[in-house]
């Protein structure tokens, strides 16, 4: 019993396994705002090149 003890207390000693948890939380973190920092642009870019387009054209739709 005395041995499941001491083996329960040093499992939950263990931190070994907390800085991969906390890696792959940063990594996704970093993922999610790259996402959403791509999408800001990309639309931002779209919306210049549409109003590019439609001033090339005349005001007619591109």
């Not at 940063?26 to 549409?50: D, H, R, Y």
């Amino acid at each position: 019993m005395e041995k499941l003890i001491l083996g329960t207390k040093h499992f939950l000693q263990d931190e070994d396994g907390l800085a991969m948890v906390e890696y792959g939380l940063l990594a996704a973190l970093i993922s999610v705002a790259a996402v959403l920092a791509i999408t800001n642009v990309g639309a931002k870019v779209t919306t210049t090149f549409n109003t590019l387009c439609q001033k090339l054209n005349n005001n007619t739709a591109c």
